[in-house]
């Protein structure tokens, strides 16, 4: 078993601002008439799930029928997929790794030339990983895979065999229906049911592994371990399917884009053909009622008002109102996202004597413990580290785990990381599809989060929009008298 969470690459500054394309150079646009042609599609938000939408149907048969334009309220394309150059190394601040069984991001990444990142090395014969327990490691792996086979089998019994196969039951059904062509995705309730996932969702995950007689020892340090590093909650409070997909991540195997994972989703933009707005925060989505087509009116944050046939709202919904929707069927329901801080820390080269032992594991994982103040601390080089943590780590706790340590070589981000994967979510309806023409692409993020599923979602969702379009050019008067032409 091997687990590894976190990573590394270059953030690109991509600015691109004001290539509007399709918006008529920002300036107010007339409202869209029923022979609207192409159809004008908005796409709000430039991440996984955004611009794998605008990529899926910039390349549709109904390709020549659209013109998309992308949203972005940043200056750059890649959302939570965020690389940062430090300490001579690519370090990834969000998404890190994906499976390499993740067909969209790995096809992706061999179709546009990008080079997955070899495996680091640390020096020093250290245990690859271990856990954490406030007071000792409950778990420590060995250097050879095998001893740590042995280790766990002695220590857990068959549990590390029995929750390999039921991750990997989820991630093959996961496969099968995500990768499908299933276009019947009302709701987030839909894409679980769809993707062969609703029998494993809806449980606390130590309940999920208690019923399926997983030795609540191996629950409690390594399938916790894997949730808090990857979801920052623990085993009592997250979701069976966010867990499964944890431990997944922990027994597959993973890789990363060398440079920086966001890359995809910048060649996924190159390859739309949609025209992007950087810069561009959206403030407000109007319905215009009484219109004969859909027809939404976007504002963005400098005031400027663009019409499109058609939106796509590809950013997590935090709070209401998060864009304000005016005359929409169905609005999104707010999840709630985890505050992660991510610490980098540089120049570190005594081993922290905080671990009681001068060979700490390279990637450090936690159960929880009201004295540990991180959920993972981890050597991404002979000295660079990163730590993620739900408090900001201050220099005075950084002091206390490293001796050396220097508050001029800490750099620290924090940002809301992903939705607190609750296991009553599904028991209430969220909405993909708002009204005629308009989606929402984040409601599954509260089902689990993860660069692949966001960029299905994105997927899914424009093959929902290629049939719109298609129903569009049949009942639209002009393109009705162009077939009959
Ligand atoms: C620390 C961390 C570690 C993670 N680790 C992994 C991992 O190892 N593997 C993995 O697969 N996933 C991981 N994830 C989760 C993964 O990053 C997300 O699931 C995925 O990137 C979400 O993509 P998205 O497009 O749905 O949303 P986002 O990436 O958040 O994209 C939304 C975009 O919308 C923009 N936006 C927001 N509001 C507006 C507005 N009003 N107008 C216009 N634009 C707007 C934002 O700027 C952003 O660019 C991690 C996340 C974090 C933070």
Redesign the pocket.
Known sequence: MKLRGISAACFIFVCLLGSYGALGRGKQVPLASTCSSPKRIAV???????TSFAYSLGRSKVQDDVSITI????LRV????MAWEYNGISVE??????LKENQILYNATREFNLTFEAERSVRGGRPPWGVWAGDGFAFQASKSSSATLARMFWRYGLAPVKTARLARKAADDFAHGAYGTTTDIKRVQDLVRSWGLAEVVGEPADKFFKERDIKELFTDEIIQAATRV?YAQDINAIDSLGALICMAAANGETVRVEGGNQQIFEHFVAKSGAALRLN???LEVQRVQGHADSAYKVTTADGQTSTFDAVVI???WKHEPF?LLENFAKVPRPIEYVH?H?TLIANLTASPAYFGTTDPPVQILTKPHPNTPFLSLSWLSDNTIKIFSLQRMSDKVLAEIFKDFSPANVFRHS?D??PLLKPDYLSKESYVQLDEGAWH??GF?GVF????S?AAVGRAVARVAELWVEEQRETSDCYGSRSLG
């Open positions: 709000i938000g430039a991440g996984a799930a955004g949203l972005e309220a940043s890649g959302g939570r997929a601040l969000g998404a890190s790794i994906f990857n561009s925060s959206v590809a950013v997590p864009i992660l991510v940002w990381s992903y692409l984040n993020e989060s993860t660069m692949e966001q």
